[in-house]
């Protein structure tokens, strides 16, 4: 053979050879992506009744901090309330009462005002309209059931709500 012929021959199979590699290199990325799409739909994902049981005790740590003025706590525990319903919208999308949940976020943003203010008096009454309004969310998704209450208890023993 001559050096152009054998040049020729040689860049044709090498391209033979790439076009079978990228066929099986696709037919692997395709496996592997079929693979992870069934992995991540059988991932556990929080349910919407996980969240607001996360989020009924942050209401309770929030009232007790707020009540013995440990308004860094209080921020901490509203925020925490906030992150849970954020949450609740990126990962229960299918549950039709998070259309319901936008009620919510003004009592959060008045209760969050008085937090910084550091204002114990329109705490007590912000913390009232938010419980309401959790409650006026329950009704309105056929939750009415689930009634909350501004709690007389702390959720927690081992807890200091005190400003240290």
Known sequence: MKQPETLSLLCL?????????????????????????????????????????????????LWFAGQNQNWKLADFELHEMIEALDDIKSFNTDRPEIKSLQMIYAPLDSLNKC??????????????????????????????????????TPPFSNQEFKHP
């Open 13 to 61: 199979m090498l391209f033979t050879i790439s076009c079978n590699n990228k066929s099986n290199n696709t037919e692997q990325l395709q496996a592997r992506i079929d693979s992870l799409e069934k992995k991540l739909a059988t991932t556990y994902k929080p349910g919407l009744g996980e969240f607001m049981s996360g989020i009924q005790v942050h209401h309770a740590k």
């Open 115 to 152: 937090v910084q203010e550091k204002n114990l008096s329109t705490f007590k009454s912000n913390f009232s309209l938010l419980t309401t309004t959790c409650n006026n969310c329950h009704r309105d998704t056929d939750h009415g059931f689930n009634v909350i209450k501004i709690p007389d």
